[in-house]
């Protein structure tokens, strides 16, 4: 489930984001596994990391310009709630479309980042979780590519 940036107007923080998230989750079917994208980088803690834990949600884990950098979620708390993770390499849609609107090649170097979804993602595994991903055409300019550089990555 994604969600899209809230906004002070729509939520004034944490605690009234929750109010409305928990009761929700609580309604989720049963049997199923459950992801839920957030996009507000002050909202990633040990609070909200506990109430997806409660209800057996992911946190999906999102490589955005807007959201903080993997080790530094990992610095707030667990941001593993649930038996598996799921990662988004999403990007930056605008900026790589100011760029191409044709998505057949690399058109921004993402190794760096992808070592550091290694590195964390590595320690992740190590705890038995299962790790789901997937990446964005926007990411870095052609998905598959960069599931190849991932992979590659991960066996050095």
Known sequence: MQLPHFNKQKFSGL?????VLEPFL????KGRQWALEIRNRHWLSEKLFSALRNHGVALALIDHPWMPRPNDVF???DPITTGFAYVRWLGDR????????VWDRTIIDRAEELREWVRVLKQVQRR?????AFANNHYAGFAPET????????VE
């Open 147 to 154: 599931v190849r550089l991932f992979n590659e990555i991960w």
């Open 15 to 19: 605690d009234s984001f929750l109010q």
């Open 128 to 132: 038995g979780v299962r790790i789901f």
């Open 94 to 101: 605008k900026g790589i479309e100011k760029r191409t609107f």
């Open 26 to 29: 609580v309604s989720l079917p």
């Open 75 to 77: 610095q707030r708390g």
